[in-house]
């Protein structure tokens, strides 16, 4: 073990507060809604608010198995990006008709974002710092040259932006993302929600759907059951409750470290003076940022996939991971050697075979589904909730028009087949990243079959 990860807590540093609310009772008995939303993270919760913003008549109860962001919305790195095909490349290799349209929905989005934690009061720490991508290897250069947006900086401009000695240029993009608290703002969410009179249980696991009469009929673990006209489903890595889009995700584990605060000099000796949300370009990609506290959160590069789905909480820490995380910081970061890393967690996100969402409905119109976020969802859910309203209520709206509303991706195939797939991809991605960015025959297939990701 590194020796900075001595005595790291093994949890979110996010949710390790005690800030962190009461937990809401569980339903207890049988009761009735106009809408019941599935899961407490950023789909759900955004569900929520914005279904009482539409119709504040509206009847909603929103059902948590666990606790409100607990799990993906209250372990993530706190980027809350405008993007919403996971960056605009991959986005417009499958939809390129609508690659313009779909930027300015993000860029919309993500003010909407900024104007309900202003009118909501959330504090979440909001910063809107923009991105920056790093380049380390030389073949990564010419990438971040050649982009479209943004402004290209050389090794001495990006270094005197932020100071590792591992930087050769980088890519700075002003207004695509914002930094959040993750675990704040789902916090601030349900209070929104409350406030605007939603019914929120935690600790109340779903266990079925079925139709009742002309609605439908949501089930418990504990017994209780709600009758409703419509079913939003926000369960994100969990097996989906329409049992026919099981297929189109799988579970897979990302892992992060929180550093103690910084002290000034040590702050001053890596600058970071405009506090951008950075990213570098590998395939097998680190991301990080500075806290309101000035710690700094570092995670990524690891993304694990383990046989059959499997989601299970010991699957949470990941003493390997850990390890060569805290080893890449140092060497990114060595002036900053003898810091110590406060808390090391991971969990389970939702990824499809497209890198970002798909949407959908079920039982005749009566429930539907956003799936598939692949770790952009700290922003992208609120349009997710959009779709499932807009789905939901039987609206015909710019959101539900675009081709990518309306087309699924392919699903993954059954085990073993699932698991080889992975595990040769991400192997191929870590050669394509030892050898200039040449991808190999596995990869170039996957480009031909538009499954390639190459971030």
Known sequence: MHPSLAGAEPTSAWLDTPARPEARPALSADSTADLVVVGGGYSGLWTAVLAKERDPGREVVLLEGQRIGWAASGRNGGFCSA????????????????????????????AEIESSVGRYGIDCAWELTGSLSVATEPHQVAWLRDADEGTYLDRDAVRAEVASPTYLAGLWTRDDNALVDPARL???????????????????????????????????????????????????????????????????????????????????????????????????????????????????????????RKIDDHLDQRPKTFDLLARQFFETFPQLEGLRFSHQWGGAIDTCTRFFAFFGTAYAGRAAYALGYTGLGVGATRFGANVMLDLLDGRQTERTSLEMVRS????????????????????????????????????????????????
């Open 83 to 110: 993007s919403l095909t996971h960056g605009r490349d991959n986005g417009e290799q499958r939809f390129p008709r609508e690659i313009d349209t779909l930027e300015r929905m993000g860029l919309q989005n993500l």
């Open 186 to 308: 789902a916090w601030g969410l349900a209070d929104a929600a409350e406030r605007l009179g939603v019914r929120i249980h935690e600790h109340t696991e779903v266990t079925a759907l079925e139709k009742d009469g002309v609605g439908m009929r949501v089930r418990t673990a504990g017994g209780a059951s709600v009758r409703t006209a419509r079913v939003a489903l926000g369960t994100n890595a969990f097996p989906a409750l329409v049992k026919r889009v099981r297929w189109h995700t799988v579970p897979v584990y990302d892992y992060a470290l929180m550093t103690e605060p910084l002290s000034a000099e040590q702050l001053d000796s890596i600058g970071w003076r405009h506090r951008q949300g950075i990213d570098d370009c590998g395939n097998q990609f680190h991301y990080y940022r500075l806290t309101a506290d000035n710690r700094i959160l570092w995670g990524g590069y690891d993304a694990i996939y383990h046989f059959a």
């Open 408 to 455: 699924k991706p392919l699903p993954f195939p059954p085990e073993p087949f699932a698991y080889a797939g992975v595990q040769l991809t991400r192997w191929s991605l870590a050669a394509a990243d030892r050898h200039g960015g040449r991808r190999n025959l596995w990869l170039r297939t996957l480009d031909r079959a538009g499954l390639g990701f190459d971030s």
